[in-house]
Every structure is written in structure tokens, then in C-alpha cells.
């Protein structure tokens, strides 16, 4: 079957397979999602590395789907980015992410995820800027995580938005870096505050030497370029030490903690704070 472009309607299509005909049927109901508040956050520690304290989180998005359950961004934003709900889910996750920023301790900060389609709106560093202000946050205090794909389309617009976002204290990071392919020829061409190393490489450093260079010369290379280091995907003690060694200043990952609902960090930060 076919898939239709961006923001056109598909009708049924008795031809569609049994994968297809799922997607269908999530496309219709992400609708009903977003007016029936079914999108959730759950929020994942980001921690110093030097230091080993708490610095803020990141928002990954969750559907509470009232017969399918609970279903991950990897099931639903790519149906989202073709089907154009990306637009209102990206505003939908902002506004739930500076609500719940606005109610931690002033030095949290928040990292949420921004899809490429979000960056091509012309009045989308206005939205996120009116966003905070209505919260009453400080801007350094949200991060935004970009990847490289998010500025291959509508490239002028987007740098313009991220230049914008980051003159007013917002953080921008590029996400799963490592992953990519142009990978060097961005990190000078962007707006960028952070450097994400996509946790493939991470998984590989204890037990690879070849990885461990790759790990330790983007740390590096991100020092002169005078940007912040996060490791995402930091699964041991192992990985972290290396880490730490090799100067990378945040870490990420099921090691430090898991994606967890708002209900659960005070709980979380308790625990951590006695570690
Ligand atoms: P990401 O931005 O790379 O987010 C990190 C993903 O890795 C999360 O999966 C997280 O649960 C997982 N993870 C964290 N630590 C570890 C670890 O130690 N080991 C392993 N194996 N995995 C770890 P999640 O929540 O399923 O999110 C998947 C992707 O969906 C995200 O990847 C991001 O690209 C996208 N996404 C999530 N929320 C949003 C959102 O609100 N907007 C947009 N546009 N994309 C989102
Ligand atoms: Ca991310
Ligand atoms: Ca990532």
C-alpha cells in the first residue's frame, strides 16, 4: 500500500496488510489522542558526570492508549511525521514539558525533543519562547534536541528559528550524533549549545577499541568547539568510568535511571541524592 504524503487524508484500503492496517488505525486515533490527552511524558535523569549530581531531564513522549496501552514514540512519531499530527503533538509535548518545569527546583532543566517538521515552521522559536514566558521560565532552563535530519529541509528557516531560540538562553542539542553520516560539516554550520553521542557507540565502548577512539575524539573535537558532551544509553559503571575519564560532562542512560512519570521523581531524586 502507499502511503500518502504529508497532511493529505487516506482512506480505508482493504489491500492493506495486517502491519499497515495497525498504522491505519493508530494515524485515526492519534487525533483523539492529543484532544482526549492521551500523550503522557516520562522523564529520564540527566546527570553530571564530574560531579555525579542531578541536572535535569529529558521528555520522552508516552500514548496512554485507552485498548492498546501504553505505546512508544518509536511506534507513533514516525506516523505522526507522515501523517502532519507531528505539528500538534511537538505543541502538545512543549506545553506538558513547561508545565511540569515549572514546577521543579530553579537549577532542573528539561531537554525535550523536536521533531524536523516543528523547525520548518516559521513562527516556532516564537511558540516555544511564549511557552516559557507564559510559565514564567527562565529560557536557559529547556533544552531543545535537534537532529541532523531537522535541518536538511528548509534549512535557512530553521537555523534562523535556532539562532533566535538560542540568543534568548535556550540549549540546543544535537541528538545522536554518531549516527548520522555528515556528522562534522553541522556541528559548525548550527546554533548548537550540546552534543548528544548516539548510545550505539556507547554500548560498544568497554568492549571495542576502535569505538572508544570514536567516543573520546568527538569529546574532544566537542571541546574545542567549545560544546557540552552528553553519553546517552549509559547501561554500567564500566561505561561511565570511561566516560568520566575521557571529559564528557553529562550522562544519560538505564545505569543512572530509566524514563519514569512525574509521579515517580521525587522518589527518584531521593534515592539518588543518598547514592
Ligand atoms: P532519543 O531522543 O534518542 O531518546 C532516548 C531513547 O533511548 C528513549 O527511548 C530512552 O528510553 C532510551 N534509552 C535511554 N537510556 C537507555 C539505555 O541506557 N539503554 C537503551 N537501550 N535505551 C535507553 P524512547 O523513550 O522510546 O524514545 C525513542 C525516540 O523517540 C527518542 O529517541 C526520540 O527520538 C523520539 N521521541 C521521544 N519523545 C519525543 C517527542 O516528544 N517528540 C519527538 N519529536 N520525538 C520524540
Ligand atoms: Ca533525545
Ligand atoms: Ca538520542
Redo the contacts with the bound molecule.
Sequence with gaps: AKRAGRGQYRFFDPSLNRVDMEEFQLEQALGDALRLGQ?R??F?PLVRVGSMSLAGY?????WQHPQFGLI???RF?PI??RSGF?LA??RE?LRL?CRELAQWPPERTLA????PM?LGQADFAERVLAELAQQGLDPARLEL?I?ETSVLERQQLAIQQLCRLKAAGVGISL??FGKGYAGFAHLQALPLTRL?I??SL??QLSNSHDDSLIVSSTITLAKRLALQVVA????TAEQLVYLKLAGCDFA?????G??MPAEQLAEFEQAFSTM
Excluded at 112 to 115: A, E, I
Excluded at 232 to 235: A, K, L, P, S, Y
Excluded at 252 to 256: E, I, K, V
Design positions: 500523550i511524558l516520562h529520564q529529558e521528555a520522552l513522549a508516552r512508544y514514540p518509536d512519531i505522526a511525521e507531528i503533538l511537538g509535548v514539558a525535550v525533543n523536536v521533531s516543528e534536541e537532529t541528538d545522536d548528544k548516539e548510545r556507547i554500548a546517552e544509553g549509559v547501561e544519560q542512560g538505564y545505569h543512572l530509566r524514563p
